[in-house]
Every structure is written in C-alpha cells, then in structure tokens.
C-alpha cells in the first residue's frame, strides 16, 4: 500500500506559477513510477506528466509540455509538478499517482495509487 498527500494548490493570477508537491509513505518511493494527472469540471481526469523511478526519464501533455516540470526526490519520498505561465484552462484539480513499476505511463489505469487532489485554480 502506499498513502499520496497533496498539497501546493490555490488560487493564482493568470501567467502565474504554483508548485505542486506530492508526499508518499507506505510502499518503497524509490522504485515506483509517478504522475500528476488533472480533473476539470465535466471532464475526464487527464494526464499532465508523469517521471519515472530515478527521475531522469520524463513525458509531459502536449498541454502543458515547456510549462510544467515534473521533479522528485527520493530521499524526501516526494514529487513535484512545478507549473509555469498558468493559464485559465489549467483550471483543475491536480492528482498525483503511483504505480506498481518503475517506468513512466500516461495511461490512469497504470496507476494504482492516488492522492485525494489538491485544487488549482486560475484567474483571467
């Protein structure tokens, strides 16, 4: 079992940035995959980027892909999703999400493991 904490989001200007964290306890943080994925209102939750055991493979959204960074460190059994130039259409709430193996994914159903979300929400 592993046990996902957000937290990081609120309320932001447009063109601003917010830094999202992701906490993990539980199941060993260091061999797992993870990911942030995101649900507006009405919509499907979906994928925003995801990195993989070590941190030095990446995929991000063409969405917010040149905007978003996705970063760990596992001594601290923590990610982050560092959001750049937000936009209105970030608008969302963030999850982050675990799997059973070390490798990077942007499918959910690949994901075993998922925080309660914490919510970003941009201002035009």
């Known amino acids: 079992q592993m046990q996902l904490v957000e937290s990081g989001g609120g309320l932001v200007q447009a063109g601003g940035s917010l830094r999202l964290s992701c906490a993990a306890s539980?199941?060993?943080?260091?061999?797992?995959?993870m990911a942030w994925f995101r649900q507006a209102p009405g919509k499907e939750r979906e994928f925003v980027a995801t990195i993989n055991w070590s941190g030095d493979r990446t995929y991000y959204a063409d969405s917010v892909k040149g905007r978003c960074t996705i970063s760990r460190d596992n001594r601290k059994n923590t990610v982050y999703l560092e959001m750049n130039s937000l936009k209105s259409e970030d608008t969302a709430v963030y999850y982050c999400?675990?799997?059973?193996?070390?490798?990077?994914?942007?499918?959910?159903?690949?994901?075993?493991?998922w925080g309660q979300g914490t919510r970003v929400t941009v201002s035009s």
């Open positions: 539980g199941r060993t943080f260091s061999v797992v995959g």
């Open positions: 999400a675990a799997r059973g193996s070390s490798g990077v994914a942007t499918d959910k159903a690949y994901y075993d493991y």
